[in-house]
């Protein structure tokens, strides 16, 4: 037997091409945002670049179409099939942040590495799978889809100083451009040891920064201590224009913040 179904978008659209996969089997919607798959006890799982997937477990399904019970027969493809309504399944859409990063000369930079983080939760540190990408050879990127609201963008390549934006993204906005200019800068080498001249990986790092004669700072996160306790970064050059004032901050768990000036 075969399960029917369609795929909706949160507005009650259909969605066509989104990918439907139950057990081994996968099909794609239609204009309609239809589908039809052989039945089977697995996960139903439903996919679409622009939207965020869904999985659909047998008991989730029977209980959205509403079968008849056949308690004589266990099989949970069985039990579904009691209903002949087609499945619906509403996708709930994503946005994507999107652009090119360029250095002071509007020369493409690849290679860097850029993260995603909900401005509300800070920036994640640990850098959740996925949540990380890496602009290619025009310096482009693009993001994972993303839930609407602000995020923290952190740029960071080993040639270039730290860069972090705060974007937004709105509702029913499909994407975001967001282009970025990397700037040069002094090598920036920091390796954290222990009591025991241990290497202290995984401590967080940031750098402030102020221009002499001003209070406000500028705080840039450079990263995380390799398994060596190295952590190499870029800072801004002092200039004729104003003498820079840098402090490194580290952060480590079982270990008091230090702030240290470089």
Same mark, same amino acid.
């Given at each position: 037997?075969?399960?029917?179904?369609?795929?909706?978008?949160?507005?009650?659209?259909?969605?066509?091409?989104?990918?439907?996969? +139950?057990?081994?089997?996968?099909?794609?919607?239609?204009?309609?945002?239809?589908?039809?798959?052989?039945?089977?006890?697995?996960?139903?799982?439903?996919?679409?670049?622009?939207?965020?997937?869904?999985?659909?477990? =047998?008991?989730?399904?029977?209980? +959205?179409?509403?079968?008849?019970?056949?308690?004589?027969?266990?099989?949970?493809?069985?039990?579904?099939?009691?209903?002949?309504?087609?499945?619906?399944?509403?996708?709930?859409?994503?946005?994507?942040?999107?652009?090119?990063?360029?250095?002071?000369?509007?020369?493409?930079?690849?290679?860097?590495?850029?993260?995603?983080?909900?401005?509300?939760?800070?920036?994640? +540190?640990?850098?959740?799978?996925?949540?990380?990408?890496?602009?290619?050879?025009?310096?482009?990127?693009?993001?994972?889809?993303?839930?609407?609201?602000?995020?923290?963008?952190?740029?960071?390549?080993?040639?270039?100083?730290?860069?972090?934006?705060?974007?937004?993204?709105?509702?029913?906005?499909?994407?975001?451009?967001?282009?970025?200019?990397?700037?040069?800068?002094?090598?920036?080498?920091?390796?954290?040891?222990?009591?025991?001249?241990?290497?202290? =990986?995984?401590?967080?790092?940031?750098?402030?920064?102020?221009?002499?004669?001003?209070?406000?700072?500028?705080?840039?996160?450079?990263?995380?201590?390799?398994?060596?306790?190295?952590?190499? =970064?870029?800072?801004?050059?002092?200039?004729?224009?104003?003498?820079? +004032?840098?402090?490194?901050?580290?952060?480590?768990?079982?270990?008091?913040?230090?702030?240290?000036?470089?």
């Amino acid at each position: 037997s075969y399960l029917h179904g369609q795929v909706l978008n949160s507005g009650g659209d259909p969605v066509f091409g989104a990918r439907v996969r +139950l057990g081994n089997r996968s099909v794609k919607t239609n204009s309609q945002g239809e589908f039809t798959i052989p039945r089977g006890t697995d996960e139903l799982v439903v996919e679409h670049p622009d939207y965020f997937g869904r999985e659909v477990t =047998a008991a989730e399904r029977r209980a +959205l179409l509403d079968p008849i019970p056949n308690r004589d027969d266990p099989d949970d493809s069985v039990a579904e099939g009691a209903s002949t309504r087609p499945l619906r399944i509403v996708l709930f859409p994503g946005s994507r942040i999107r652009g090119q990063i360029h250095d002071e000369r509007d020369a493409p930079i690849s290679g860097v590495n850029i993260q995603f983080s909900p401005v509300e939760g800070g920036i994640d +540190l640990a850098a959740r799978p996925g949540s990380v990408v890496r602009s290619i050879g025009d310096g482009s990127y693009e993001s994972p889809l993303l839930h609407p609201g602000a995020y923290h963008v952190l740029f960071r390549h080993p040639n270039f100083q730290p860069r972090t934006d705060v974007v937004t993204v709105s509702p029913r906005q499909a994407a975001v451009v967001f282009d970025a200019t990397l700037a040069p800068g002094e090598k920036l080498q920091l390796t954290l040891r222990g009591s025991k001249d241990e290497p202290l =990986a995984d401590a967080r790092v940031w750098l402030d920064r102020r221009r002499e004669g001003e209070s406000a700072e500028e705080t840039l996160f450079l990263g995380v201590t390799d398994e060596l306790g190295q952590l190499h =970064a870029r800072r801004e050059s002092n200039s004729p224009g104003g003498f820079v +004032l840098h402090f490194v901050r580290i952060d480590l768990a079982g270990y008091r913040e230090v702030r240290r000036a470089v």
